[in-house]
């Protein structure tokens, strides 16, 4: 049997990588340029409508190359507007990304790996396990399709907060990070976009180092080693002294704050004791708390806090002069809620309302 000769992806190439790609073809350093646009710019999968190139251009790249994103696997629309996207990879993996429209934004929330290694006790995803990394294409794709999936709404923010923990996933992430801010690919600004870590020192410091300048938000779930021990096992490894050093260090853009998660687990860490913990433990940080009210899943023992319970710990932080939000997850009647995402392998991805 004859195979075809495999084309090459243009949507996995960087921005060097597709101009040495073109040159190869024997095409000048400026049609780099206009293929990008017509790809990140337009969303352009096929080449036969990219008019300011030459017809045998055209079928030249048609010939050799694809522009492949991930595969539509499934579409869910939750009774609030958010809607969960199931994308298949070339080799079958499954990953979701979330869609959340709010009044000013809409906001997706993209995967870095598929499952997730850490195991954190409340959540879904843990529960799953880690199947492997994602490429840069492969979180760049999730993107790619969402536009196109979302119109004519338009994506105006990105958080990283889906399946997988990015900062161990860190130099396929950059890339990624590097390709959705670069203003000739998916020219997201740096300011929209935001990397969840559940505390990863040295993944933090290097995001530091890499001048990305996109915004960091933290899981941190507890104000104390003995509770963070027991939800979160990486804080063994990375105690809570380690992170918030690692935290104070983080250099922050200017009118930027750190995002402090806080999964709300009822008789776990939602006393009011906790909450002034918590104030002092984040004292002289620029940051703001978001209060994720836990989102209650079969098999967990974990409960979701009453409102009030929730109400009196954000008031707490707020007496102690911390801008704190409650963050109702949205989408938990299609399991798109924080922590559900691949509900099918034991869990679904997570969206966080209104980040920035
Ligand atoms: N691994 C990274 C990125 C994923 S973000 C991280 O943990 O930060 C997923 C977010 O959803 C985290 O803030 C996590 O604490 C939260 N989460 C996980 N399970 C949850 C649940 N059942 N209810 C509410 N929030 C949950
Ligand atoms: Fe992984 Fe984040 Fe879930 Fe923890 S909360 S298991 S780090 S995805």
Redesign the pocket.
């Known amino acids: 049997m004859i195979t075809e000769p495999k084309k090459t992806n243009l949507l996995a190439l960087g921005r060097d990588g597709l101009k040495n790609y073109l040159a190869g073809l024997g095409m000048k350093a400026f049609r780099a340029d206009q293929v990008a646009r017509w790809i990140y710019a337009e969303g352009m999968t096929s080449f036969e409508g990219m008019t300011n190139l030459s017809k045998a251009d055209r079928e030249m790249l048609a010939g050799a190359a694809e522009i492949k994103p991930p595969v539509l696997l499934d579409r869910l629309t939750s009774t609030d507007g958010t809607e969960k996207y199931l994308f298949g990879m070339e080799d079958g993996e499954r990953v979701e990304s979330v869609l959340i429209p709010g009044e000013d934004r809409t906001t997706l929330c993209i995967s870095s790996q598929a499952g997730?290694a850490?195991g954190?006790r409340?959540?879904?995803?843990g529960a799953g396990g880690f199947q492997r990394d994602l490429l840069p294409h492969e979180i760049t794709g999730q993107v790619f399709m969402a536009r196109a999936l979302a119109a004519p709404d338009v994506i105006t923010n990105i958080v990283?907060?889906?399946?997988?923990?990015?900062l161990l996933n860190r130099d396929n992430v950059f890339e990624a990070l590097r390709r959705l801010t670069d203003p000739k690919m998916f020219s997201i600004s740096t300011r929209r976009i935001t990397l969840?870590?559940?505390g990863v020192v040295p993944g933090i410091k290097a995001l530091g180092d890499s001048g990305l300048g996109i915004g960091l938000?933290?899981?941190l779930?507890a104000s104390n080693d003995a509770v963070r021990d027991e939800v979160m096992p990486i804080n063994r490894k990375y105690p809570i002294a380690k992170l918030m050093t690692a935290l104070r260090e983080f250099p922050l853009a200017p009118r930027r704050r750190i995002t402090i998660?806080y999964?709300m687990l009822a008789g776990v860490n939602d006393s009011l004791a906790d909450a002034r913990a918590l104030g002092k433990l984040l004292r002289g940080l620029k940051c703001k708390v978001n209060l994720?009210p836990?989102?209650e899943?079969a098999g967990?023992k974990y409960r979701r806090p009453s409102h009030d319970a929730v109400n009196d710990f954000k008031d707490t932080l707020a007496d102690m002069g911390y801008a704190a939000f409650i963050r109702d997850?949205r989408g938990s009647d299609i399991l798109a809620?924080?922590?559900?995402l691949r509900a099918e392998a034991a869990g679904v991805a997570?969206p966080?309302d209104g980040q920035k």
Not at 122 to 125: N, P, Q, V, Y
Not at 337 to 340: I, K, R
């Open positions: 997730c850490l954190c409340f959540c879904l995803t990283m907060m889906g399946t997988g923990e990015p969840s870590t559940a938000a933290v899981s779930n998660e999964v994720i836990f989102n899943h967990s997850s809620a924080c922590g559900q997570c966080h």
